[in-house]
């Protein structure tokens, strides 16, 4: 693909990528000469849990979710993936480069990939990205014991108020159009029931609010208390 059909859009999202910031224009022209564009519908998968690796996702637009199915159907969000996340860096470095998750699109969106094969390259060649790389993914490792600490050893009214407390911005949780209560009960690892039982009781003690878009946090430090208790 010559430069002047390379997409610049493209380029645009390959230079905000943290693991590519420190490449030069050239080396930044070859990744986006060969980078695959992807859009995907609400609800289409992005790729199965188990399927060989293609590459590096990069998030171009719109929001997704990975998670770990059960046979019965039943889901566990891993991570909820917005503009500008990668994900699948662990694929591409196994020995056995397979999918360890599914990712489905939440919302109508695209997403970058930039090929296995050129990634590898890239890491041997490139040593600032391969220890970005590294520290990404040992972020992700350390965020995952979390995941199986809060799933083990806290009870869901434990791990509903550190989310909460966790991802609202001035003590407001905005919701987005996808993230329903089933949504966010399998990120808690629980059922819509028993999420929307700890919301109301929630609201009931004063300690938040809830809005059609959003959650108000009104007592912090009560909801900090309730963060901490551990699992029954």
């Not at 693909?1 to 490449?23: C, H, Q, W």
């Not at 001035?170 to 089933?182: P, Y």
């Not at 059609?212 to 963060?227: N, V, Y």
Request: net charge neutral; hydrophobic share 45%.
């Amino acid at each position: 693909m010559s430069n002047d059909r390379i997409p610049p859009k493209i380029v645009e999202t390959l230079a905000l990528v943290p693991y590519f910031e420190g490449l030069d224009a050239a080396t930044l022209t070859t990744i986006a000469q060969a980078t695959i564009h992807r859009d995907y519908c609400a609800g289409q998968i992005v790729f199965l849990e188990g399927e060989p690796c293609v590459g590096l996702y990069i998030v171009q637009e719109g929001w997704l979710k990975a998670v770990k199915l059960a046979p019965t159907g039943r889901e566990q969000v891993l991570r909820f993936l917005g503009p500008g996340d990668t994900f699948s860096e662990i694929s591409v470095l196994a020995v056995t480069p397979n999918n360890p998750a599914t990712v489905i699109a939440l919302e109508p969106g695209s997403v970058l990939i930039v090929p296995r094969e050129m990634m590898l390259q890239l890491l041997d060649n490139h040593a600032g990205l391969a220890r970005l790389v590294i520290q990404n993914l040992a972020s992700r490792v350390m965020y995952l014991v979390s995941l199986v600490e809060d799933l083990s050893l806290r009870s869901v009214e434990a791990r509903l108020a550190r989310l909460l407390l966790e991802n609202a911005s001035e003590g407001v949780l905005h919701r987005r159009r996808w993230a329903t209560q089933s949504e966010m009960a399998a990120r808690l690892g629980t059922v819509p029931d028993v999420l929307s039982r700890m919301l109301r009781s929630l609201a009931e003690e004063g300690i938040i609010r809830l809005e059609r878009r959003e959650i108000q946090i009104l007592d912090a430090a009560k909801l900090e208390m309730k963060a901490r208790d551990a699992k029954i």
